[in-house]
């Protein structure tokens, strides 16, 4: 699975960025997806999951209650929206596709079997 991810860029603080994330050729119905993101220096972290039928989300405690994280399977895509943007959310985003039945571990990056090249974004003060 080939996932691309896009819609990155420069916001001011307080402001609101939707990424998207999609995959040619391959349905993302079967797929848990989740986003990560990675700053500069800093190791890969979880942002934000949902499980492949849409019934339950997972969020990291620095975006919840700011980013959400739904899908659509008709579009094939998996978005994440992000309001009241923050200097510290500024990194590379990347989206994370899990083949697995269960997914048991949606803050771990082992649990993704297939990854997005990244989109950056960047929240200026």
């Known amino acids: 699975v080939q996932l691309q991810a896009f819609g990155g860029g420069l916001v001011q603080l307080g402001g609101s960025l939707r990424l998207s994330c999609g995959a040619s050729g391959r349905s993302l119905s ?13 190791e890969r972290e979880f942002v934000a999951h949902i499980t ?20 659509s399977n008709v579009k094939n895509t998996v978005y ?3 309001n009241n943007l923050k200097p510290e959310d500024t990194a590379v985003y990347y989206c994370a ?8 571990s949606p803050r771990s990056t082992h649990q993704y079997h297939y990854w997005g090249q990244g989109t950056e974004v960047t929240v200026s003060s």
């Not at 079967?30 to 800093?42: L, S, V």
């Not at 899990?98 to 048991?104: K, N």
């Open 80 to 82: 994440l929206q992000m």
């Open 52 to 71: 492949r039928n849409s019934g339950r989300t997972v969020y990291s405690d620095s975006v919840k209650d700011r980013f959400t994280v739904p899908r």
């Open 30 to 42: 079967g797929y848990g997806m989740a986003w990560f993101r990675q700053a500069p220096g800093k």
């Open 97 to 104: 596709a899990d083949r697995a039945v269960l997914t048991t």
